[in-house]
């Protein structure tokens, strides 16, 4: 099954008198449970294309099938509850609530978007929690962790409702070496266990030479996938 | 259920991460509180003292007259009196209202005082002792000479005539007054009290028992100039007047027209005005809280979302649908509400008994030393805490309106 279908797929922005094609005519199809990046420069197209599978903009032209749904027809109401029901966010600064400990961090899509009873609700972010190496850290908040806590906090966050798709947008930029590997392999073996979906926008080579399939965007044009053999464990 | 008290637990959150600013907030709120509540403590005491004063020492809360005595009260029309019929008609109505606690027939009178040396002019309320101290319960208090019996032969003078004319408790004078027919008439009378002089008309007038105003003016049966009521609660008034109204306003005299006039102790004393004063002020007074309230909040809540876009976007991102972004903003609202609330009307509490115990005293007319005692009254703080925290949630909602709308892509690029 399809993950993410898109068909001659174009966005294009009004700068003043000014048209910019920011994607043009992007068709392509990730399966289920893949691992993929889209690679390119700046200004390429990356995080448009990020931001349109993620439902939070619209194409100007084009289909973009993603979880199994034509999500170019939501209105905003729509997209917020798609977005809460199927897919997963991970930021390059991480973008936790300064004011939710780690607990309630990873907690809010259950409570405030998918209203989980409290017992299952506390059991799948202790689980979680203890998935990503966070749990003797779950009182702490934002302020008090490291970049690499942090980010493993919005994975678990990113996670916790059992999304189809994780969308991740340079989660690794803002990492040490070290760290963005520590990153990458939870990311994998969540994708292992969970069988999610995850696509990148990154520059990081640690990304690139990990994903399964890489998408290489230019000027708003997309090469075909390389395919970089199975790495599914 | 569990949903609002986590939204209410993020909102607090937030505030309290602006430490400084959600302070100023709510103090700027609770002094508009503490403003109005103690204002209002003290206008609504001294507006509840002087209309005692002025109904319970002389008016009573309602007076019926003969229709078109009022307009005429201050040349005491003998020609526009009650008739016994009339009057019996008026009190069996009276009858059948419970709320009425007393009420007193009254004669008025104008005539001529004479010591036998000196002689001036005089307005008489013609009582029965008993039914009047009943509906002026403060009269008697007002005697600060003699007594109160107020036996027939006697008068009860006001202190200033008294002190005028070198009369005190025991003397004799002459009371002339000429009837409706245009006779003069005298009678002694032995001077039984001297009176403090009450606010308002009337407030310096004397009192003679009804019968020998009868007597004086020729009467073989008392007529009646007015009818006031004492009711067993001043809250009452509007009910009673609407009674009264609705029994006798059916009563027409010969020409066809109403019989009687039913007035309000408010259409009777200037200082009703005085007090429809104090309440457009308390509206003033409430006006000058919302508009700190409105600006204040929309203000820090303006700032709130411009400092927090990202935040917005991400949990815009992650799902939150925008109607629960626009409450999480508006409970902040409502949070800043309900602290300003609590600590103004605490603040007020303290501030109000504060005044009553240092007894401030005030004077009305000729009454000295009257005891002001604000009272901290429960509606009232029911009544501002509500308009303060629904103005607080009106005036977040722009704000949140504004977090709910905003574009979660272009917010999650603000840095």
């Not at chain 2, 009290?193 to 008392?222: C, F, K, N, Q, V």
């Amino acid at each position: 099954m399809e993950s993410v279908t898109a068909s001659g797929l174009y966005k294009d922005y009004q700068m003043g008198k000014l048209t910019v094609n920011a994607l043009k005519n992007l068709s392509f199809s990730i399966g289920s449970g893949a691992f993929v990046s889209f690679v390119g420069p700046s200004g390429s197209g990356k995080t448009t294309l990020l931001n349109l599978i993620g439902c939070l903009d619209k194409p100007t032209q084009g289909k973009l099938n993603v979880a199994g749904v034509d999500v170019t027809g939501l209105n905003r109401k729509q997209s917020a509850l798609f977005r809460g029901e199927n897919l997963g966010f991970i930021f390059q600064d991480f973008n936790l609530i300064p004011v939710l400990t780690v607990f309630e961090n990873v907690e809010y899509p259950l409570l405030m978007v998918r209203k989980t009873p409290a017992g299952d609700r506390k059991k799948r972010v202790l689980q979680l929690l203890e998935e990503v190496g966070m749990m003797d850290q779950k009182d702490k908040f934002p302020d008090q962790l490291s970049g690499g806590q942090k980010q493993r906090v919005a994975v678990a966050r990113s996670l916790i409702t059992h999304p189809k798709i994780v969308l991740a947008d340079e989660p690794t930029a803002n990492l040490d070496h070290k760290t963005a590997y520590l990153i990458i392999n939870l990311l994998k073996r969540m994708r292992d266990e969970m069988n999610t979906t995850f696509i990148f926008s990154t520059h990081d080579p640690k990304i690139v030479g990990e994903v399964e399939t890489l998408y290489t965007l230019e000027d708003g044009e997309l090469n075909n996938g390389q395919e970089r053999g199975d790495k599914h464990a | 259920m569990i949903n609002m008290l986590n939204m209410i637990k993020i909102a607090a959150r937030n505030l309290l991460r602006y430490k400084r600013r959600t302070l100023l907030v709510s103090l700027l709120i609770a002094i508009g509180v503490i403003f109005v509540q103690v204002f209002m403590a003290a206008t609504a005491s001294y507006k509840n003292i002087i209309i005692s004063q002025i109904t319970d020492a002389m008016l009573g809360h309602i007076q019926i007259h003969k229709k078109g005595y009022l307009v005429s009260i201050e040349n005491v029309p003998l020609n526009l009196n009650l008739k016994p019929h009339g009057v019996e008609k008026i009190e069996a109505a009276l009858k059948t209202i419970p709320e009425i606690d007393a009420y007193s027939k009254r004669l008025r009178l104008g005539g001529m005082i004479s010591n036998f040396t000196e002689t001036t002019n005089l307005r008489l309320f013609g009582i029965e002792p008993e039914q009047e101290y009943k509906t002026a319960p403060l009269l008697p208090g007002r005697i600060i000479e003699g007594k109160s019996d107020l036996e027939p032969g006697q008068i009860l003078l006001p202190s200033t005539l008294a002190k005028g004319m070198h009369l005190k408790v025991g003397d004799l004078i002459v009371i002339i007054a000429t009837n409706k027919d245009g006779s003069v008439n005298g009678k002694q009378f032995l001077v039984g009290g001297i009176l403090d002089a009450a606010p308002g008309p009337g407030g310096r007038d004397g009192y003679i028992h009804i019968s020998d105003a009868a007597e004086l003016l020729r009467m073989e049966t008392a007529e009646i100039s007015e009818i006031a009521l004492h009711l067993k609660s001043f809250k009452d008034i509007p009910s009673v007047y609407a009674q009264l109204t609705q029994k006798l306003g059916g009563e027409l005299n010969k020409e066809g027209k109403p019989a009687f006039e039913i007035h309000t102790w408010e259409k009777l004393s200037p200082f009703a005005n005085i007090a429809k004063m104090l309440d457009l002020m308390t509206v003033f007074v409430k006006v000058m809280l919302v508009t700190i309230v409105v600006i204040s909040i929309l203000d820090v809540m303006m700032m709130s979302v411009y400092e927090r876009t990202r935040e917005i976007g991400t949990i815009a991102a992650i799902g939150t649908l925008p109607s629960r972004i626009l409450a999480m903003f508006i409970t902040e609202g409502l949070l800043f509400g309900i602290s300003g609330v609590v600590l103004g009307n605490l603040v007020s509490y303290i501030i109000v008994r504060i005044m009553q115990s240092m007894h401030i005293t005030f004077s009305f007319g000729m009454r000295e030393g009257l005891v002001l005692n604000p009272q901290f009254d429960l509606w009232s703080v029911l009544w501002i805490s509500l308009i303060v925290i629904v103005i607080s949630v009106i005036a977040s909602v722009q704000p949140a309106s504004k977090a709910a709308r905003l574009d979660p892509i272009k917010a999650l690029k603000t840095t």
